[in-house]
T-cell receptor, first 113, second 115 residues
């Protein structure tokens, strides 16, 4: 299994809603990532988990809250988002070493109304 | 952070060889160069990775000169399905643990293959 699975594929939410994005991999990878991608722009790194510990937080607003319950799962909890947060949210994983390749999911297309 | 520079867009015709060059003047000694392909509304997909000289796999070749300040992704005999954005990345280790790896994407190159 070389897949990273993200759910849901599409999400529409209001600015007062609370929702969660989910990501799962069964490749035994020990590093997991959240990226945000706006239309026609490159992915921007948000968070990195290494061995289930938050390793990097790229100054992301607190309305985005990551969680790594175990080495196979990664969640992104969303609360009080703004319309400008609408984007494709990508999850990725890697073995956790150096210079290894990233495996990406297909993303969750999020629209904030 | 190692920064990469690529052409914004390129056009090609089916059956031609396409070469996309990436500049990475600040590459560190231990950094590898990795290329990803991305189709609309999908996550990037790994194409090829290399450290120096030439690497070839079933889909592409990667040429890296001795000074490693640039690299060239070569796609042989492209087809319409190769129309995508191609990203060049140079590895970096960041984070307090030192064990996680941050990848910063450059602007990417939009390749359009025409019939």
């Amino acid at each position: 299994d070389t897949e990273v699975t993200q759910t849901p594929k599409h999400l529409v939410m209001g600015m007062t809603n609370k929702k969660s994005l989910k990501c799962e991999q069964h490749m035994g990878h020990r590093a997991m990532y959240w990226y945000k991608q706006k239309a026609k722009k490159p992915p921007e790194l948000m968070f990195v988990y290494s061995y289930e510990k938050l390793s990097i937080n790229e100054s992301v607003p607190s309305r985005f809250s990551p969680e790594c319950p175990n080495s196979s799962l990664l969640n992104l909890h969303l609360h009080a988002l703004q319309p400008e947060d609408s984007a494709l949210y990508l999850c990725a994983s890697s073995q956790g070493g150096y210079n290894e390749k990233l495996f990406f999911g297909s993303g969750t297309q999020l629209s904030v109304l | 952070l190692a920064k990469t520079t690529q052409p914004i867009s390129m056009d090609s015709y089916e059956g031609q060889e396409v070469n996309i060059t990436c500049s990475h003047n600040n590459i560190a000694t231990n950094d590898y160069i990795t290329w990803y392909q991305q189709f609309p509304s999908q996550g990037p997909r790994f194409i090829i990775q290399g450290y120096k000289t030439k690497v070839t796999n079933e889909v592409a070749s990667l040429f890296i000169p001795a000074d490693r300040k640039s690299s060239t992704l070569s796609l042989p005999r492209v087809s319409l399905s190769d129309t995508a954005v191609y990203y060049c990345l140079v590895g970096d280790i960041l984070g307090s643990s030192g064990s996680a790896r941050q990848l910063t994407f450059g602007s990417g190159t939009q390749l359009t293959v025409l019939p």
